[in-house]
């Protein structure tokens, strides 16, 4: 008789363990819909974009096209053969600039190649670098390799962050670097100081020029011992030794990646910002319920081998909404300052808000304490708004049809 009951008893709570699996895996579904389709929605591309602000797979600016004005290109190959008589912002897989720049560039990609002129300065995140044209003013880059070539030349400093870096050209002013191996050949010619930070010893090749003093500072213990002696420091930690220039050029590659967004899908970005501001509190609530219910959905699901691949994109897909959350609320900020004096409806109005918001987000969350307080804020307002606003979008959606 107890063998029964203990056998029933085993029964309803397998039962019942399963319909709990079954309903976390329900709300799982519920929550990657949910993101899955206001981040298709976002990234979409519009069919027709302005004439400076291009979008595809390969992008090019043809030998002889005269841009004049900014250009902001997204795409996997960007091709510049031309000439842009203002900045180039791009977002790329490969960036290659043959043409000139009649200002600066700020580039995100895998591989970036500069080989034409740059009249200003360059900031550049991504895998590898290579110069062979010349740089106006400063060069600010982070990535795994840096080469520069004999030809090309630098108007001022240098300021990098690599795995490994070889400089052959010339450089008009100081270089300021976190690396792992640096190699200064022989055709190099420095004009100012060179100061590295790196647990190896620069290779200075015999007959390279270096003006100014030379300077070797070993990474900080504390460093050393959460890298570890055998292990290559990735980017993030090769920002953090330079310090606040991190800050700065993680605001720079958000700004590329806003810009890109806002470029492509401006209804959609403005729908997410407008759902904060007329529907604060529905997007504080549902912000505070994605946060919280995304994790524990995501465990519950992922103690069964059906549901972990689903959980592992869950967690993906749950960390760019949060990444994102900071574009929508910074544009709503710039939205707000600059809106009550012309209509924030244009691309470059919305970039310009963009730059304006995302940099005040920045400097506020740079405050102790506070910071947190308003990283939170911003995490529950925007993760709330995407799913509000995706509502909104597909309500509107049936109702034209």
Known sequence: MNKQKRKERYNMNKTTAFKEVEMSKHILKGLIVSILAILLMTFAAVSVLAFDARSGDIVTIASGEVIDGDLYVGGETIIIDGTINGDLIAGGRTITVNGTVNGSIMA???TVNINGEVTHAVRVIGGTLNIIGTIGRDLLVAGDE?????????????????????IDGLI???????VDNLTIASTASIQGKLTYISKNEANIQSGAQI??????KLPDVKERLVTGTHRLPNVGERLVTIGLWGKVIGFLMTLV??????????????AVTESIRTRPWASLGWGAVILVATPIAVLMVGITIIGLPLGLIALVLYAIAIYLTQLFVGLLIGQLIIGGSRGVETRGTLVGALALGLAILSLLRLIPYLGFVI???????????????GRKLRTEAQNIS
Do not use: Q, W, Y
């Open 108 to 110: 995100a990609g895998g």
């Open 146 to 166: 840096f080469i520069m070539a004999s030809t090309a030349e630098i108007g001022s400093d240098l300021l990098l962050g690599a795995g490994t870096a070889r």
């Open 172 to 178: 008009n002013g100081d270089i300021n670097s976190a």
């Open 211 to 216: 003006r100014g003093t030379i300077t070797h």
């Open 257 to 270: 990646l806003g810009i890109v967004i806002v470029l492509l899908a401006p209804k959609r970005v403005k």
């Open 375 to 389: 990283g939170l804020a911003t995490i529950l307002f925007g993760l709330g708004a995407i799913l509000v606003s």
